[in-house]
T-cell receptor, first 113, second 114 residues
Framework: KAGVTQTPRYLIKTRGQQVTLSCSPI?????VSWYQQTPGQGLQFLFE???????NKGNFPGRFSGRQFSNSRSEMNVSTLELGDSALYLC????????????FGSGTRLTVV | AQSVTQLGSHVSVSEGALVLLRCNYS??????LFWYVQYPNQGLQLLLK??????LVKGINGFEAEFKKSETSFHLTKPSAHMSDAAEYFC????????????FGQGTTLQVKP
């Protein structure tokens, strides 16, 4: 079956712009989480959505937002981009079951110039 | 608060040698523990997970990990390293199966020498 699909794979944006990243979870997975990965800070949790509701949020400014649609696909948006937002953004999905691990997508590499 | 510490940001082994990647966690409640591997320019792949069943967990590609509550450790091992094992490895913890929040360690880069 298809894995977690993230689009686009690579993105270059200018400071001050906004960006929207997309994540399509594995079919049947209703929980979608987002992570930011940078060399300095490592992997940091952004937020989690389940059944179109944000269930958990990390310590990121309000410029970072997300949403989930009825088909479980999720988007995250970053407004007023800063150079420090350059990172690999990873999406993960899973069944709503504690015995299942999280399946990650290949990520979107965002470069802010 | 939960946290994960991976001892050693870089580990180098010879091909065929034992791989040992160390992970210690801090959690006030019974944890769920995971090991992930990341190859260059790729996402994270789940190697194995501990969810309070057997303390010795076997994963993919010959890896296994043992949960030791008394030592708050979840070290990853593999008896014989292959060149293809060279990658970055992440230990992660969550405190409940009903949250999508994983707390990751800083990662350990495994180098395998021929």
């Amino acid at each position: 079956k298809a894995g977690v699909t993230q689009t686009p794979r690579y993105l270059i944006k200018t400071r001050g712009q906004q960006v929207t990243l997309s994540c399509s979870p594995i079919s049947g997975h209703r929980s979608v989480s987002w992570y930011q990965q940078t060399p300095g800070q490592g992997l940091q949790f952004l937020f989690e959505y389940f059944s179109e509701t944000q269930r958990n949020k990390g310590n990121f400014p309000g410029r970072f937002s997300g949403r989930q649609f009825s088909n479980s696909r999720s988007e995250m948006n970053v407004s007023t981009l800063e150079l420090g937002d350059s990172a690999l953004y990873l999406c993960a999905s899973r069944y709503e079951d504690s015995n299942y691990g999280y399946t990650f997508g290949s990520g979107t590499r965002l470069t802010v110039v | 608060a939960q946290s994960v510490t991976q001892l050693g940001s870089h580990v180098s082994v010879s091909e065929g040698a034992l791989v040992l990647l160390r992970c210690n966690y801090s959690s006030s409640v019974p944890p769920y523990l995971f090991w992930y591997v990341q190859y260059p320019n790729q996402g994270l792949q789940l190697l194995l997970k501990y969810t309070s069943a057997a303390t010795l967990v076997k994963g993919i590609n010959g890896f296994e990990a043992e949960f030791k509550k008394s030592e708050t450790s979840f070290h990853l091992t593999k008896p014989s390293a292959h060149m293809s094992d060279a990658a970055e490895y992440f230990c992660a913890v969550s405190h409940s199966g009903n949250t999508g929040k994983l707390i990751f360690g800083q990662g350990t880069t495994l180098q395998v020498k021929p």
